[in-house]
């Protein structure tokens, strides 16, 4: 993940699949993480955008299987993504891919809200 300097989105769209996108790549990644779970059926990638990070602001994606008030929820090549009501506007537009290089894996998330970003990887400035 990345750290980047981002200004929330005012006019966050008003359908859930136009807030965020997930490659068919980390859909693939996600549905593997869960393959060999037991329960799913109520399990979502979470995005999130969370106070902290040397850039004041972080990403976070982990499964969940709560429902807040205020979630945005929608399902993106077959994967359940929920947006909690405080992060929609920073992360509006956003795409989620998975990337694989010989240094390193993991979900990367290109926002095009971000201003900037750290050298760390994991924060972002909105």
Same mark, same amino acid.
């Given at each position: /993940?990345? &750290?980047? %300097?981002?200004?929330? %989105?005012?006019?966050?769209?008003?359908?859930?699949?136009?807030?965020?996108?997930? &490659?068919?790549?980390?859909?693939?990644?996600? $549905?593997?993480?869960?393959?060999?779970?037991?329960?799913?059926?109520?399990?979502?990638?979470?995005?999130?955008?969370? =106070?902290?990070? @040397? =850039? +004041? *602001?972080?990403? =976070?994606? *982990? *499964? %969940?299987?709560? $429902?807040?008030?205020?979630?945005?929820?929608?399902?993106?090549?077959?994967?359940?993504?929920?947006?909690?009501? /405080?992060? &929609?506007?920073?992360?509006? +537009?956003?795409?989620?891919?998975?990337?694989?290089?010989?240094?390193?894996?993991?979900?990367?998330?290109? !926002?095009? !809200?971000?201003? +900037?970003? @750290? =050298? @760390? +990887? %994991?924060?972002?400035?909105?």
């Amino acid at each position: /993940m990345s &750290t980047t %300097d981002v200004t929330p %989105d005012t006019t966050a769209p008003d359908t859930p699949a136009e807030l965020i996108n997930l &490659t068919p790549t980390a859909a693939e990644k996600v $549905k593997s993480f869960l393959a060999d779970q037991e329960e799913i059926d109520d399990v979502a990638l979470r995005v999130a955008v969370q =106070a902290g990070g @040397c =850039a +004041g *602001f972080r990403y =976070a994606l *982990f *499964f %969940d299987d709560r $429902k807040l008030d205020g979630d945005v929820e929608h399902e993106a090549h077959g994967v359940k993504i929920r947006i909690d009501q /405080m992060s &929609t506007p920073y992360i509006s +537009g956003a795409t989620i891919d998975w990337k694989e290089s010989l240094e390193a894996s993991g979900f990367a998330i290109e !926002n095009p !809200n971000a201003s +900037g970003s @750290c =050298a @760390c +990887g %994991d924060s972002a400035t909105f």
